[in-house]
């Protein structure tokens, strides 16, 4: 999974760091003044979240439309999984996966939380 977000010079990187270690807990970084990036093969915690907010459906649905998962970075920040549609001012989270996380997704609706 390759996980991006803009990064400004009003936030705290080691911040947004710990949050994405919180939920990727073998990320990888890498940024630059303005973009952080990182690589993770782990993707246990973030499913966890997605099923038990009861979103399955939605996440398959939104990785479907668009090819990644586009989170809220504040309510990330917060320990919260929040998809959204549109542009936010801080910018968003944007999650890539392969095809197998779909599957992974799918095995996940059917089993309970």
């Known amino acids: 999974m390759e996980i991006k977000m803009p990064l400004y010079a009003t936030e705290d990187r080691e911040k947004l760091m710990k949050?994405?270690?919180s939920v990727f807990p073998d990320a990888?970084?890498?940024?630059s003044d303005m973009r952080l990036t990182a690589e993770s093969a782990q993707p246990a915690i973030l499913i966890e979240m997605i099923k038990k907010r009861k979103i399955v459906p939605?996440?398959?649905?939104?990785?479907?439309?668009?090819?990644?998962?586009?989170?809220?970075?504040?309510?990330f920040v917060a320990g919260k999984?929040?998809?959204?549609?549109?542009?936010h001012p801080l910018g968003n989270i944007e999650v890539y996966?392969?095809?197998?996380?779909?599957d992974l997704l799918s095995a996940e609706a059917s089993s309970p939380p």
């Open 28 to 31: 990888k970084f890498e940024s």
């Open 19 to 21: 949050a994405v270690l």
């Open 58 to 75: 939605t996440a398959i649905r939104e990785l479907r439309r668009h090819g990644c998962l586009t989170l809220n970075k504040q309510a």
């Open 81 to 87: 999984i929040n998809f959204v549609d549109s542009a």
């Open 97 to 102: 996966v392969d095809g197998g996380f779909i």
